[in-house]
């Protein structure tokens, strides 16, 4: 199975609580630029998601859910798989032309959810613009990202103008980017299916608009990365009347016991929040990564290194998806 489809297994885990714990609603807002001179973007697709499920991945095969996006733009199936996953997902309407922005919400994005990103590059037979599973940033946090051009090898490359079906040769021409210097009468790029997604080489095109061997003006589309940027700020919680961090105390009295080489355990006493409620979670990381967010007071972790120092780190979480200070504390396994 490939990637995206992969996450359904690890789905029902999250579902039971197997994979992480209670999950805090937040809010961020998207915008995603078209930094090219004189490609497209079709309607974007945005979501954010547990951390087991892939969009695409960057040398690995493309699902058809992809394929249907960088073939054709339709992120129809895409938005299917995302549903089924319990991912949040915004969509855009409309193409993006150059320079253009389009901003997009995702609502009620589980804490430990990463974001992925994806829309087609026109004209090309198979081309995408794309974010594979970045982190999101904290309450009130913004960062900014840049994509280069994908492709995600389920095409060969001819640049004819085609029905964009997939499965089916060619790219689809609607008018504004017939307008942009399009032809017709290509007599077609020789090259193959490469079955792997990987940076797009960028177009040949020709300047010959009604012959050659490119339906695609070179002059007009060609690009050089990164093609988009992609700016995610983090509003908040999407109920309530929101916080920020001073309003949620530390954890108290976070300490660690070791088990063996291998395991250990840490614990903390609970958090408040402003208005003197227990915290909803907590978030615990281990040398700087998110572990997980969880419901529970304490913490145990197997399958770890012997002899070696662990910086365990635990916020408080309240019920608007605001992020207390970190409590920091170091572990260190048994030796063999």
Same mark, same amino acid.
């Given at each position: 199975?490939?990637?995206?489809?992969?996450?359904?297994?690890?789905?029902?885990?999250?579902?039971?609580?197997?994979?992480?714990?209670?999950?805090?609603?937040?809010?961020f807002e998207i915008s995603i630029t078209n930094i090219t001179t004189g490609m497209h973007f079709?309607?974007?697709?945005?979501?954010?998601?547990?951390?087991s499920a892939r969009m695409f991945e960057l040398g690995g095969e493309s699902s058809a859910e992809?394929?249907?996006?960088?073939?054709?733009?339709?992120?129809?199936?895409?938005?299917? !798989?995302?549903?089924?996953? /319990?991912?949040?997902?915004?969509?855009? *309407?409309? @193409?993006?032309? %150059? $320079?253009?922005?389009? #901003? =997009?919400?995702?609502?009620?994005?589980?804490?430990?959810?990463?974001?992925?990103?994806?829309?087609?590059? !026109?004209?090309?037979?198979? /081309?995408?613009?794309?974010?594979?599973? *970045?982190? @999101?940033?904290? %309450? $009130?946090?913004?960062? #900014? =990202?840049?994509?280069?051009?994908?492709?995600?090898?389920?095409?060969?490359?001819?640049?004819?103008?085609?029905?964009?079906?997939?499965?089916?040769?060619?790219?689809?021409?609607?008018?504004?980017?017939?307008?942009? $210097?399009?032809?017709?009468?290509?007599?077609?790029?020789?090259?193959?299916?490469?079955?792997?997604?990987?940076?797009?080489?960028?177009?040949?095109?020709?300047?010959?608009?009604?012959?050659?061997?490119?339906?695609?003006?070179?002059?007009?589309?060609?690009?050089?990365?990164?093609?988009?940027?992609?700016?995610?700020?983090?509003?908040?919680?999407?109920?309530?009347?929101?916080?920020?961090?001073?309003?949620?105390?530390?954890?108290?009295?976070?300490?660690?016991?070791?088990?063996?080489?291998?395991?250990?355990?840490?614990?903390?006493?609970?958090?408040?929040?402003?208005?003197?409620?227990?915290?909803?979670a907590y978030e615990v990381s281990r040398d700087g990564s998110v572990v997980g967010t969880f419901?529970?007071?304490?913490?145990?972790?197997?399958?770890?290194?012997?002899?070696?120092?662990?910086?365990?780190?635990?916020?408080?979480?309240?019920?608007?998806?605001?992020?207390?200070?970190?409590?920091?504390?170091?572990?260190?396994?048994?030796?063999?």
């Amino acid at each position: 199975m490939k990637n995206l489809q992969l996450s359904l297994v690890a789905s029902a885990l999250l579902a039971t609580g197997a994979l992480a714990g209670t999950a805090v609603a937040s809010e961020f807002e998207i915008s995603i630029t078209n930094i090219t001179t004189g490609m497209h973007f079709t309607p974007v697709i945005a979501a954010a998601h547990g951390p087991s499920a892939r969009m695409f991945e960057l040398g690995g095969e493309s699902s058809a859910e992809l394929q249907s996006i960088a073939e054709g733009g339709d992120t129809g199936p895409m938005n299917i !798989l995302l549903d089924s996953i /319990g991912a949040s997902i915004a969509n855009g *309407a409309g @193409l993006v032309a %150059p $320079g253009q922005t389009v #901003t =997009l919400n995702l609502e009620g994005v589980s804490a430990g959810d990463v974001f992925s990103l994806t829309t087609m590059l !026109l004209p090309t037979n198979d /081309g995408f613009v794309g974010i594979d599973s *970045a982190t @999101l940033p904290g %309450p $009130g946090e913004s960062i #900014t =990202l840049f994509s280069p051009g994908y492709d995600s090898g389920t095409e060969a490359n001819d640049e004819l103008v085609g029905s964009g079906a997939p499965g089916v040769a060619g790219f689809p021409a609607p008018p504004p980017v017939v307008a942009t $210097g399009t032809g017709t009468g290509g007599q077609g790029v020789s090259t193959s299916v490469e079955g792997y997604i990987h940076i797009h080489r960028g177009v040949l095109g020709d300047l010959d608009p009604t012959g050659g061997v490119s339906d695609i003006n070179s002059a007009e589309h060609r690009w050089l990365n990164p093609a988009a940027r992609i700016v995610i700020t983090n509003t908040g919680a999407d109920t309530g009347t929101g916080g920020s961090q001073a309003d949620v105390s530390a954890v108290g009295n976070l300490s660690g016991a070791v088990y063996s080489s291998s395991a250990v355990e840490i614990f903390w006493t609970p958090a408040t929040t402003g208005a003197g409620d227990a915290a909803t979670a907590y978030e615990v990381s281990r040398d700087g990564s998110v572990v997980g967010t969880f419901d529970a007071l304490s913490f145990f972790e197997q399958g770890l290194t012997a002899d070696t120092n662990f910086d365990y780190s635990v916020s408080a979480i309240d019920a608007n998806g605001v992020v207390g200070e970190a409590t920091s504390v170091r572990v260190t396994t048994n030796a063999q």
